[in-house]
C-alpha cells in the first residue's frame, strides 16, 4: 500500500494551501482515512477524518478553516486550509486502514492495520 501526500509548501498568514492524498491508486471509499499534523516537538494529532461513511469530519479546533473532501473521481482526499496561522505549521502525513464493508451501510476500519504517507510539510510564516 503506498500513501502519497502531496501539496504542502510555504505561505504567509492569513494565506491557503490544499493537502492531497492518495493510496495506491485506489479509491477513497475502499479507506478509512485520516489527516494528522505534527508541529516541531510536538505529538501527532487528528486534524481530519473520512469516516467509514464517507462523512467528513474535522477538528473542532479548526472548523471554519479547514475541510475535507474527495476529489470529482473519488480517488483523491485533499485537506483545504484557509486562513493559515503560523501555528498550523508542521509536517502532515495520511493515514489510512483499510474499509471493510460487511453490508450495505455497515462498514468499519479494518482494526490494527494502517498505513503512512511520508508526510508533507507546510510553514506558515507571520
Known amino acids: 500500500v503506498r500513501v502519497e501526500e502531496s501539496g504542502g509548501g510555504s505561505v504567509q498568514a492569513g494565506g491557503s494551501l490544499t493537502l492531497s492524498c492518495t493510496v495506491s491508486g485506489s479509491l477513497v471509499r475502499n479507506w478509512c482515512m485520516a489527516w494528522h499534523r505534527q508541529g516541531s516537538g510536538e505529538e501527532r494529532d487528528e486534524v481530519a477524518i473520512w469516516d467509514t461513511d464517507g462523512v467528513p469530519i474535522v477538528a473542532d479546533s479548526l472548523k471554519g478553516r479547514f475541510t475535507v473532501s474527495q476529489d470529482y473521481d473519488e480517488s483523491i482526499l485533499s485537506l483545504k486550509m484557509n486562513s493559515l496561522k503560523p501555528e498550523d505549521s508542521g509536517m502532515y502525513y495520511c493515514?489510512?486502514?483499510?474499509?471493510?464493508?460487511?453490508?450495505?451501510?455497515?462498514?468499519?476500519?479494518?482494526?490494527?492495520?494502517?498505513?503512512w504517507g511520508q508526510g508533507t510539510q507546510v510553514t506558515v510564516s507571520s
Open positions: 493515514k489510512v486502514s483499510p474499509r471493510d464493508c460487511h453490508a450495505p451501510g455497515f462498514c468499519s476500519c479494518r482494526p490494527g492495520v494502517y498505513y
